[in-house]
């Protein structure tokens, strides 16, 4: 028996980012060195975790390419590094609208002031690009062994910080901004290698990411007209690998860690960040996928 | 360089529940049809989701098989249900010491009662052999889509319980059994195909499910002497299969589900638990594997 009266409903093949892209205010020549790149046209970007790492080298690499018209909205919980970067970028991308919201996604009051800006910002941007990035994220606390994690709080706000936010953000972010005809709207979820491979003193952030890649896999899914990517960013260069070659508590994965630092095999954000950029504007990859960086 | 002082201690090969068995009540045939099963010698065994449908199912295939000694601790959130499996199970095998709790697992107070019941028994039984079952599982609200699901509340509650709970009990209850020399610690993460593959409107479900297989490979990996199952039961003819057919928000996956129970595929409670008991008197399984009921 099929489904009387239901109807897939399938937009047009929703252009890609780099799709009809404005000349870049320099050269024009695109990637050179030295050049500027080509603009994507008008996009609405969010972009969670932006003040530091992976996430502001994101930022830094998305602002020259958003086109006249776009915003790009940055969420972080530190207040002043976030300020800082948006000072940067208002001085580098002088047309671009940057708003800035310093909020602790892990806790209901951030999420509301998140929600709050993306109700506020998203209707007004006449585009039909959303791009939608979620890089925030934490370890835990990884000198913990499976079995010193007893405390229920301690895991409840890992949770609601690593996989409550981004569904949470999700869901109001795509309701905010709507249905448009012809649109683009993607949703990037930084994953890691340790979605998909155990790590020992790593219980929360890989069980995190495991659930991370599952719930957009199911979005992927629900939403055909949606693009959804997990995108795996590699070892990076930054704080949180610190932590990881100093912190973690079993000395097999300290070593792991210290020895990826001192053979030089860390990523340096911006290399990692550029390789997300191509592929949001190459715009091939199955809706749902995991990539990770060395598998590109 | 060597993490020096850093000892890799590993147990002596821990028997299987089935080794060592002792004679069963009745014919002591083991498995014809109509004798009594083989015992296993005294096990402390723990198991969530015990007052119907597979659990229920489980906790009567495993109650004769507790030999002299053991005890078998009982959680749910429904104590009338509960208590009646309790007095059945004490009619039926009356050397097996029984115990019950009713708590909800999705909330702290729940999560104390449950680790009080398991600090004061655990360490009372003389047996090296623990066996720890999480069974207790929720869908979630799978009327939803994931564009509908807005509210942090539910998304965080769902994770508290399905997630935060199976988690808190394995540190607690292995905590509690401490280390014993010689012995058979097992703990088994009631599974799903969702673990593994995203299916409409079950957003919660397959990210809940997935980090949970996740999070007990981690363990497997940690800790060698430990046995981890993610044992994935496969459609069972159960009230979650019910609301599963009745309740879920995409029209295919409801259809799916309906068509499943018209062509007799549901499978029964008890020919599942049998599998599981198989598998762990089997003992072959690699620590941190998910089985599937249809890959055995």
């Known amino acids: 028996m099929n489904g009387a009266g239901h109807v897939v409903r ?5 252009p890609p980012f780099g799709a009809g892209m404005e000349p870049g205010p320099g050269s024009g020549s695109g990637s050179g060195p030295g050049s500027d790149p080509r603009r994507w046209g ?24 958003l086109g006249s018209g776009s915003v790009l909205l940055l969420l972080a919980r530190s207040a002043a590094p976030l300020a800082a970067l948006e000072a940067e970028l208002r001085g580098s991308s002088p047309g671009l609208r940057v ?19 993306m ?21 835990g606390d990884i ?18 910080f690593n996989v409550t936010s981004p569904l949470f953000l999700t869901s109001h972010a795509l309701q905010a901004f709507g249905k448009r005809p012809g649109s683009n709207r993607t949703v990037v979820n930084i994953s890691s290698l340790c979605a998909l491979k155990p790590f020992k003193s790593w219980a929360l952030y890989c069980s995190g990411k495991a659930s991370r890649d599952m719930m957009f896999q199911v979005l992927a899914l629900e939403e055909p007209d949606i693009r ?65 960086f060395y598998d590109i």
């Open 99 to 117: 708003r800035c919201v310093a909020a602790d996604l892990g806790c209901e009051q951030g999420l509301r002031q998140a929600e709050a800006a």
């Open 228 to 292: 959804v990517l997990n995108y795996a960013p590699g070892p990076l260069d930054t704080d949180m690998q610190l932590l990881a070659r100093t912190e973690t508590g079993d000395p097999e994965m300290r070593q792991h860690f210290q020895s990826l630092q001192e053979s030089g095999q860390l990523i340096d954000c911006t290399v990692s960040a550029q390789k997300l950029v191509t592929l949001l504007e190459e715009d091939t990859f199955p809706s749902g996928a995991h990539v990770d």
């Open 42 to 65: 008008p996009v609405c970007c969010v972009l969670t975790g932006a003040s530091r790492g992976f996430g502001r080298s994101l930022a830094r690499l998305l602002a020259p390419r």
């Open 10 to 14: 399938r937009l047009a093949t929703p």
């Open 119 to 139: 109700r506020e910002v998203l209707p007004s941007v006449p585009t039909g690009r959303l791009l939608l990035i979620h890089n925030a994220g934490s370890l």
């Open 143 to 160: 000198s913990k062994s499976f079995l010193d994690l007893t405390d229920p709080d301690e895991i409840n706000n890992y949770f609601a």
